[in-house]
């Protein structure tokens, strides 16, 4: 079984925070406190990943909260493993990640989209990262002007 690891419960907190701010500086919203209850813990057994099973369900759920807003796959329609690759250079999964993803747990998925994030080397994050944003902003006029271009 896959495990979460402290980045995704982190991220999680994060969003909950902004989702839901603190009304006084110092009270933090349900969610957060569940969630910051196992990012101590990890924090403090210095355990970079801790078994989806084993969480409270208050910090589960809020985790799943969190997770459904994500993206869902990190495909970009650029899929090498029809072609034979064992690694998809346009997202970086395996053909097994490719093939199983309907039937993944968001645990597994996870792991999946941190394992790719790390490695960087697929399409999506560079050749074509603008199909990556989907609908998003360019950050910076640079950007902006190297998709105009690449566009040509």
Known sequence: MAALHITD??????WWRERSPSPDGITACPE??????????????????????TMPAKARDAWLAWYASTPDAPCIAICSTSQGDDICKGCGRTFDEVQHWPVMTPTEKRATWRRITME??????????????EGTVPDSPAVATAAIETSR
């Open 9 to 14: 419960v982190e991220s999680a907190i994060n």
């Open 32 to 53: 957060v406190r569940a969630l910051g209850t196992v990012y101590a813990l990890m924090v403090y057994y210095h355990e970079l990943e801790c078994d989806e099973a």
């Open 120 to 133: 960087g080397t697929a399409w999506r994050f560079n050749k074509y990262a603008e199909r990556a944003r």
